[in-house]
Structures are given as structure tokens and as C-alpha cells.
């Protein structure tokens, strides 16, 4: 009975759950970040969680194949394995944020042992990936970036030298919504602030 008992101590102890996370810095005021495609991870809920997770602070993304877009400075890559065990769960998951071709911030998640005797493997990936996000994000908030967003823009209008017209202002939102710049709210929010100028 000793035996046993010690047995199942052991893999219970070898399913504990490892998270490593280094926080993105708030000093970089990341806004928006591109998320390179990785057609390998077949993890099909994998990213809308990420990508939700990055929303939930602010930060708008959107997925790109092949190589990145010129105007990314930040991009995100990623990978998810599956396990089987009377079902298929996520044991393993990265986030690596990069700014250029530096390597900023990062993220793990990995089940010790495949998770072993420990039934909360088969969680959802949202429940295992939110509190990575959090933590990879904890410097960051919808507010702060909102205010990075307007900084931004107030700065790019001075080097420009002269004042947008109100066509060119809704221009740049809708073109900005439409890439993925800023969320719909944002663009909402911004083009009712425009209007009433």
C-alpha cells in the first residue's frame, strides 16, 4: 500500500504546472504587434485565446504569412503542442515577442510529465494561457495604450507640419481599423471625437 501511495505521489508531483514568463516592458509601449503564422501548430483555439489576451490589455494584432510587414515593429511567434491521454489537451505552449530581430519578452507554459495523474490537463486552453498573458502583460492596460495610440498620432500630425482635415482624419481611422491598427471601439471612439471637432 506504501508503494502505491508513493507511486501515486510522485506523479502527481511530476504534473505540476511550470509557467516561465519575462514581461514585456512598459517603457516600450508596444501598441500593436503582428503574429507570424505557424502552419505546424495544430492547436486550432491556440491563437484566438493569445490574441484575445493581447486585446484584453490594449494591444491590437493581426496574423501575417511569409515575411513581416514593414510597418510590424514588434512581432510575436508562437508554438502549442498537443498530448493524447483519453483525449487530446495542450501540454506545452510559447509566446516570444521580438522588437525587430531582439527578442523582448517571452512566455511558457508546460505541463511537467504531460501533466501526468493531473486531470486538470484537459483545462481549456483559455484557462491555462490567460494567466501567462497576464503576467507576460501585467505592465499593460486598454488606458496606457490608448494613450500611446494618441501620442503617436498628435506626434506624427506636428512632423507633418500642418493640420489633417476632417476627411483626412476619418481616412486615417478607417484605413487604420481596416489593417487591424485599432480595434472597432477605438475606431468608434475616435471617429465620434473627429466629427465633433
Known amino acids: 500500500m506504501k508503494k502505491i501511495l508513493t507511486v501515486l505521489f510522485l ?12 514581461e514585456v516592458d512598459p517603457s516600450l509601449q508596444v501598441s500593436h504587434v503582428c503574429i507570424q503564422n505557424n502552419p505546424k501548430v495544430i492547436v486550432s483555439e491556440y491563437i484566438p485565446v493569445v490574441r484575445k489576451g493581447f486585446e484584453r490589455h490594449g494591444i491590437t494584432t493581426e496574423i501575417y504569412k511569409g515575411d513581416k510587414p514593414n510597418y510590424c515593429e514588434y512581432h510575436l511567434t508562437y508554438t502549442a503542442l498537443k498530448a493524447w491521454d483519453l483525449g487530446m489537451y495542450m501540454h506545452h505552449a510559447e509566446l516570444q515577442l521580438y522588437k525587430g530581430t531582439k527578442p523582448v519578452a517571452y512566455a511558457e507554459y508546460h505541463l511537467n510529465g504531460k ?10 486552453i483559455d484557462s491555462k494561457m490567460d494567466p501567462v498573458i497576464n ?8 488606458k496606457m495604450v490608448d ?3 494618441k501620442t503617436i498620432h498628435l506626434n506624427n500630425k506636428q512632423l507633418n507640419g500642418h493640420n489633417e482635415s476632417k476627411a483626412d482624419q476619418l481616412r486615417d481611422l478607417k484605413k487604420w481599423f481596416e489593417e487591424g491598427l485599432i480595434t472597432e471601439q477605438e475606431y468608434i471612439h475616435e471617429k465620434e471625437k473627429v466629427l465633433n471637432l
Do not use: E, F, N, Q
Open 147 to 149: 494613450a500611446y495610440r
Open 115 to 124: 501533466g501526468g495523474l493531473d486531470l486538470t490537463k484537459w483545462a481549456s
Open 135 to 142: 503576467k507576460l502583460l501585467s505592465g499593460y492596460s486598454p
Open 11 to 22: 506523479a502527481l508531483l511530476a504534473s505540476c504546472t511550470s509557467i516561465k514568463v519575462k
